[in-house]
């Protein structure tokens, strides 16, 4: 019935490049998402699996974060990637201990991602012994032993280090972060190190919590909305059916990137007939072509022309209830007055006519929404940027009022879940001292390491043992020959993981796979079946409970693991209750409404249809007693923009429409128009006529990065050059294969995000 994975690997001379699309979804996206779905799961299990995609009584998409509507919902709440990822998942392709046998570890590290992830589903727990060339089955509970015994030989609990990627349930991280504080350390590294933690740490600064102050109702009523940074056509379409609302509601929409990505320019809606059969809405008012990390200047030009119109009509432009209980208002007035127009045209490559419009628009608006991605927060001056676009949001008192608000559209379903919870290198002393009286426990206060902090510990032999709930830390972390060597120098490395990837094959002298039960699936315990619950990008708490039955008998749940886990390693005499939690989730959802602040009587809230929203300050009273000054603060920031050596380019890495992260779907970035491979590079056809390229060509990409000892370099061999409509200057690749691109020590200020958009190259002639 379904299809068996690949045998061949990728063969990048297949690769074609056709004109790009303007449009997104409709026909050929259901067709798409039906035809992945029946490949992996037959057409039996696909109907009765996508039939519970994000409905109450079924479980929340594994893909992005965005909100489900309350209320009323549609009887197909998902889109082509949630329906991609889920097909994913709940595979019937299996990775048994007879593949394991068949293929060594060396021929493994020689597939591709895509490869290793098309081969199915993990399906018992297995263990590389030191010096051994194939992974071999291993029990459980001498898993739990040989991490137990590792753990505690180690000098010290902070040469341990505790990934997490954002799938993981609250209920599992809850317990991860207890488990990984009573043993000893913060070394709570996560995949927002690498997302939005720019965005979590200027809104900080500026509003007081790092979250969002959108809700998805809010959408409705706003008559302004910009989309910066992001590609929600494929990153997250059913963003799409809240801008086409809005649009239909008299919005406008204004997308600053400097691709013109297809969801964003125009939009067929596959659940309603006209957009199926119909042109489509056209989404954006207002195209920007920025250039890459021109977006500070672009907001500041911005901020500039608001205030000189303020000036020349008081009382017009500027909230006088948000200014006047703000810090820095002064200082920001001061700052912007004094704008260098001609850094701006250098920055944005925008005409000056352009900005002036934008700024209008923003000035007249009655209700207006900013979102953002992964374009802002992969800068070194990403943080800044950011606290950009909330003072000029302060300014104009778009926030805690219905219809405007900041809203940074998160990634994985579950990782700003992950963060309520406490997966994270410094929780404050209010949380930790929680614990503490809560459990009996005596946790450390000493902040841990972020995912860079994490690869120079493992580089430098002060990490020496890796676990990880999820995610694939070597294939998404930067610099991929660095983080590839740090991970081999681990005395142990550890997966907890529902697929093969990059990960496994790349392990320390002793690995192990601990395979676990996807979203999907069904959780029985002791107790009775479970169910988890998540926050999505608005702040929303919900229920996720799977269905289908698991991969294979052999599979534990997350929360599960970690708690035998726990009693391996802490005994059963300590204070936390292992035992008692994984029988019955009830039981940390108890400890969670004592612990986490807004989770009050947790158990009975998440059981409401819709689940329960966590409380907002700025959003729910316009108050900001989280920021130092206990008011809304204008951030002070010097104008940045990345300086580009004569004849180099600027690279961004992003994501294909057929990629989950890491995680390799197909070979086709439809809405692109390339299809049959995956080493390209996107390039303005005046830069490529500029270096005597051709359109087609295989180039290798050189990074250079300067420091003060010199230009280091790092190669990508053989990416064709695909003639493309970006910003000039600006050049775009796919992740991850161009991660090895970026140097480890190329991070944000302030944020430590690996600056992934934001990276020197020269293309040289493939030889
Ligand atoms: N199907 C699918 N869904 C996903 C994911 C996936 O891989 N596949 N990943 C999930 C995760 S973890 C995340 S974080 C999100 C990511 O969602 P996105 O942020 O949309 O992901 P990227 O592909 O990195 O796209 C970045 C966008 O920003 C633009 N951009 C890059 N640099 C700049 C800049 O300097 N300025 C401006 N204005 N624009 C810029 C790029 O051209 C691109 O359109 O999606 C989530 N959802
Ligand atoms: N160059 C470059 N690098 C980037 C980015 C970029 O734009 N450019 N984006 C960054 C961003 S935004 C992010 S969020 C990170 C993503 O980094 P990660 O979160 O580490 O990576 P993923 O590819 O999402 O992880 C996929 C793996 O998770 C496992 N998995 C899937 N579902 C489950 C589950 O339910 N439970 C468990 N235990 N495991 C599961 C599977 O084994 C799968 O192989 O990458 C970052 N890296
Ligand atoms: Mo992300």
Known sequence: MSRKPPERDIDESELDVERPKKWAAGIPGVAVSLARSAEQMGVGRSVRTLRLLNQRDGFDCPGCAWPEPRGHRGHVEFCENGAKAVAEEATRRRVTPEFFAEHSITELAGKTDYWLGQQGRLTHPMVLRDGGTHYEPIDWDDAFTLVADELRGLASPNEAIFYTSGRTSNEAAFVYQLLVRSFGTNNLPDCSNMCHESSGAALVETIGIGKGSVSLADFELADLILVVGQNPGTNHPR??????????????????????????????????????????????????????????????????????????APGTVVDRELVDGATGFAAYESTV????????????????????????????????????????????????????????????????????????????????????????????????????????????????????????????????????????????TPDTELTERALRSCALTVQV???????????????????????????????GEQFVTVEDSMSVVHRSRGRLAPASEHLLSEVDILCRLGTALLGEAHPVPWQAFRTNYDTIRERIARVIPGCDDYNARVREPDGFVLPHPPRDRREFTGTASGKATFAITELDYPRVPEGRLLLQTLRSHDQYNTTIYGLD?????????????????????????????????????????????????????????????????YFPEANSLVPLDSTADKSGTPTSKSIVVRLEPAG
């Open 239 to 312: 963003m799409l059916t809240a801008l086409e609302k809005a649009k239909a509601a008299g919005a406008k929409i204004v997308a600053v990137n400097p691709l013109p990505e297809a969801g964003l320019l125009r939009f067929k809606n596959p659940q309603k007939v006209r957009g199926v059969l119909g042109k489509g809405t056209a989404l954006a008012d207002e195209f920007c072509q920025i250039r890459l990390g021109g977006d500070q200047a672009f907001f500041r030009a911005i901020g500039h022309l608001l205030l000189a119109w303020e000036k020349a």
């Open 669 to 733: 970035d439809r809405y692109r128009g390339v299809s049959d491979g995956r080493r390209v590079v996107f390039v303005h056809p005046d830069d490529i006529a500029e270096r005597g390229l051709s359109d087609g060509q295989l180039v290798d990409l050189v990074s250079e990065w300067s420091t003060v000892d010199g230009v280091t370099e790092r190669r990508a061999d053989k990416f064709r050059v695909v003639s493309y409509s970006t910003a000039r200057g600006c050049a775009a690749a």
């Open 497 to 527: 993981s529902t697929k093969l990837n990059r990960s496994h094959v790349v392990p320390g002298r002793t690995a192990l796979i601990l395979p676990t039960l996807g979203r999907t699936e069904r959780d029985e315990q002791p107790a």
């Open 337 to 476: 007055d004094d704008l260098d127009w001609d850094a701006v045209d250098a920055a944005t490559g925008l005409d000056r006519e352009q900005i002036v419009r934008v700024a209008r628009m923003i000035a007249e608006s009655k209700a207006a929404i900013a979102c953002w991605a992964m374009g802002l927060t992969q800068h070194k001056h990403a943080v800044a940027t950011i606290a950009e676009i909330a003072n000029v949001w302060l300014l104009r008192g778009m926030i805690g009022k219905p219809g405007a608000g900041l809203c940074p559209v998160r990634g994985h379903s579950n990782v700003q879940g992950d963060r309520t919870m406490g997966i994270y290198e410094k929780m404050p002393e209010s949380f930790l001292s929680t614990l503490d009286s809560e459990f009996g426990i005596s946790v450390p206060r000493e902040p841990g390491h972020d995912t860079v902090a994490a690869i120079r510990a493992m580089r430098d032999g002060a990490g020496k043992v890796f676990f990880a709930v999820g995610g694939n830390f070597v294939a998404a």
